[in-house]
């Protein structure tokens, strides 16, 4: 298994700024993906990420809108940026096992 | 990636077996059946996973009949902390491992006392 936490739990952050996630998991991967979960709504896949290349983004996600870094195999942040109240929504990192992923906690992100 | 269809919501009482059931018509040859199980404020946790017929841990079993268009975790006599959220997801492994990365809209299970 793999642990993972992530910073900051939660936010409450303007419109029009940014705030960046951060992942880390206690042990090496490959790949780790970043979720959105809208209040009330299931998990919808940004992004996945493997070190040393650029992230892969799902349809109606951009990487201007959500940068993504993987500087090394334990760790990786997501910045959304320019933010509006329509990006109020927990974010949550993931990495793969042998038949399932393990999630962080989430961040809950607030923008007002 | 096949879509699945659950249940948005279920009731149950106090130490009673739930079964829930997802509809998958289009799994390929090559998918696997995952379920997860979140409570609020953290993120899913695996919970089993299947290809055909019965699987069975220390928390549920998983059902999966011949032609794999459905599916039904089984959880065994249901206490108030089994409240949550259950996602049922299907596809195959990607060239480094990762199983399933879509998920539906999930089963609400409320387990009352």
């Known amino acids: 298994s793999a642990v993972i936490s992530q910073k900051p739990s939660r936010d409450i952050c303007q419109r029009g700024t940014s705030l960046t996630i951060q992942c880390q998991v206690d042990?090496?991967?490959?790949?780790m993906f970043w979720y959105r979960q809208q209040p009330g709504q299931s998990l919808t896949l940004i992004a996945t990420a493997n070190q040393g290349s650029e992230a892969t983004y799902e349809s109606g996600f951009v990487i201007d809108k959500f940068p993504i870094s993987r500087p090394n195999l334990t760790f990786s942040t997501l910045t959304v940026s320019n933010l509006s109240p329509e990006d109020s929504s927990i974010y949550l990192c993931?990495?793969?096992?042998?038949?399932?992923?393990?999630f962080g906690p989430g961040t809950r992100l607030t923008v007002t | 990636l096949a879509k699945t269809t659950q249940p948005i919501s279920m009731d149950s009482y106090e130490g009673q077996e739930v079964n829930i059931t997802c509809s998958h018509n289009n799994i390929a040859t090559n998918d696997y059946i995952t379920w997860y199980q979140q409570f609020p404020s953290q993120g899913p946790r695996f919970i089993i996973q299947g290809y055909k017929t019965k699987v069975t841990n220390e928390v549920a079993s998983l059902f999966i009949p011949a032609d794999r268009k459905s599916s039904t975790l089984s959880l065994p006599r249901v206490s108030l902390s089994d409240t949550a959220v259950y996602y049922c997801l299907v596809g195959a492994p990607s060239g480094a491992g990762s199983y399933q990365l879509t998920f539906g809209k999930g089963t609400k299970l409320s387990v009352i006392p």
């Open positions: 042990s090496q991967v490959t790949m």
């Open positions: 993931s990495v793969e096992g042998v038949y399932e992923q393990y």
